[in-house]
């Protein structure tokens, strides 16, 4: 989140943040952008911080996130234990960097890494950042193989679906990497495999399979991604790397389509991100990178570190970082095991389907997806009914349901949806008030009810638009506060 700092002569009496309980230690206004000159009682600064913070959505009924919501009372109990450990401190929590180490082990192995290579991997804040480190790899990787051709290193590129993350994009541009994007077309969300390899030459760093597209949910080939790349190398010697954003699938597919071969079992995949806090499990920020074998990893990427008595490698984009996550990935790994998180997985995938077969009983709704590959269910709406999925989403928050309504990446722009994410804490009991209300508002909508849109809506997941039922003060400008998340 990127925060503007606010020029106070445009704030009039937007200053400060008034109290409500008066005779109760909290009766002068707290300023609510300069750093008050008085302390004031524990107490009444957490009142008045979590009634703020009620205006909020219920992260239980946040259907956009993938990110976990709900963790069970051991695991907060572990977590509260260890928030004030520094996951960087190695030589004073030695403990802490041994449950990471069993964390890299468990995951290469979850994901086919061979014995005889010796994998590596390691903690990150979540998805964004392996990503970052995995892109940074294969860069490297790309530019050594070139000086050792003899061959320029100046146009690097990196080839991937419309519908990738925006991390990727960061990525590129961070990193001075071209991204060449595989446009989306009206029948096809995914990435497709000759119009990737249309794409690929000799400066591509990699290719990136998505396992789990953020817009439907959908597995990208992989598989045929690989063969494709393996013919190519066969033809011309373009030899290029395949990475897997495996965010949200790399929790669910060894799960629930273990059959699938999208992970080292294929000797082109060379790295693999996951995200921890996604259906991992576990509360943000806590994500995995992993590579196949060392050799995909550049020695000049690492940094011996000589910090608070010890030396160590580290490969990381940030220093300092919560330790409680990892602590709670293992505690889900040994508490959950294989069968657990099956279990969950399975279950998460039925009332996906369910959702998703309730909804196609409606002739105004036309389903993309429902649990075929991630436990999500993507729809849009049939026709021309007057309203939008827009409108949809607006009437849904109403109700306290936070339901994204996007438009699809290019070149399917035009396609607009709402996308369920099923997580643990969404139970069928739940599910079933869902269905009831998203019928419910389509009629209402179709009754010609209309809906404040309070924001102009944006090619990806909305974010937490603040709406006017619950606010009282006036909504901010962009030019007072511009947050970007
Ligand atoms: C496919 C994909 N990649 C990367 C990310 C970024 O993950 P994180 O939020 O863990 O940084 C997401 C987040 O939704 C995603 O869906």
């Avoid at 991604?225 to 011309?236: G, H, M, P, V, Y």
């Avoid at 079992?265 to 806590?286: A, T």
């Amino acid at each position: 989140m990127l925060s503007a700092k606010v020029p106070l002569e445009d704030l009039g009496d937007d200053r400060s943040v008034t109290p409500t309980y008066a005779s109760r230690g909290l009766s002068e206004p707290v300023s609510r952008y300069e750093m008050p000159e008085h302390s004031m009682d524990p107490a009444s600064a957490y009142q008045l911080i979590h009634d703020e913070l009620t205006l909020d959505g219920n992260p239980t009924l946040n259907l956009a996130t993938f990110v976990t919501t709900w963790m069970d009372e051991r695991a907060d109990q572990l977590m509260a234990e260890t928030m004030n450990k520094n996951a960087i401190d190695w030589d004073e929590y030695p403990q802490t960097v041994e449950l990471q180490d069993r964390c890299v082990n468990m995951l290469a192995r979850l994901f086919g890494a061979p014995e005889h290579q010796t994998s590596m991997g390691c903690a990150t804040v979540g998805s964004s950042e392996a990503i970052h480190l995995a892109g940074l790899a294969m860069k490297w990787r790309w530019r050594a193989a070139r000086e050792a051709a003899g061959k320029p290193t100046d146009k690097p590129n990196l080839v991937m679906g419309a519908n990738v993350q925006v991390c990727w994009e960061k990525f590129a541009r961070y990193f001075d990497v071209e991204p060449r994007y595989v446009p989306l077309t009206e029948k096809r969300f995914i990435i497709g495999v000759d119009e990737a390899m249309a794409l690929v030459d000799e400066n591509t760093i990699g290719v990136v399979g998505i396992l789990g597209s953020t817009y439907t949910g959908e597995y990208e080939p992989i598989a045929a991604l690989s063969a494709a790349l393996d013919e190519r190398f066969a033809k011309d010697g373009v030899d290029v790397p395949i990475h897997v954003d495996a965010a949200s699938g790399g929790f669910v597919a060894p799960f629930l389509q273990p059959d699938v071969a999208w992970d080292f079992r294929l000797p082109r995949v060379r790295s693999i991100n996951v995200s921890g806090h996604k259906y991992g499990l576990v509360y943000p920020g806590v994500g995995w990178v992993i590579w196949r074998d060392e050799a995909d990893l550049p020695k000049e990427l690492i940094f011996e570190v000589d910090y608070l008595g010890g030396s160590h490698a580290n490969f990381s984009l940030n220093f300092s970082r919560g330790a409680s996550q990892i602590v709670a990935q293992y505690y889900n790994f040994i508490r959950l095991g294989k069968s657990g998180y099956r279990e969950i997985m399975e279950s998460l995938a039925a009332t996906a389907r369910w959702i998703g077969g309730e909804l196609a009983k409606r002739s105004d709704l036309s389903m993309l997806a429902a649990a075929s590959d991630l436990p999500v269910v993507c729809f849009g709406l049939a026709g021309k009914p007057g309203f939008s999925v827009f409108d949809l989403s607006a009437l849904l928050r109403q109700r306290g349901w936070i339901v994204p309504a996007y438009k699809m990446a290019p070149d399917a722009e035009h396609i607009e949806v709402l996308r369920v994410v099923v997580r643990e804490g969404l139970s069928r009991d739940l599910a079933t008030e869902l269905v009831h209300d998203i019928g419910a508002a389509i009629d209402e909508l179709a009754a010609g009810h209309k809906v404040e849109q309070p924001t102009a809506p944006a090619g990806a997941p909305a974010p937490g638009h603040r709406r006017g039922a619950t606010r009282v003060s006036k909504p901010r400008t962009a030019k007072k506060t511009r947050a970007v998340c």
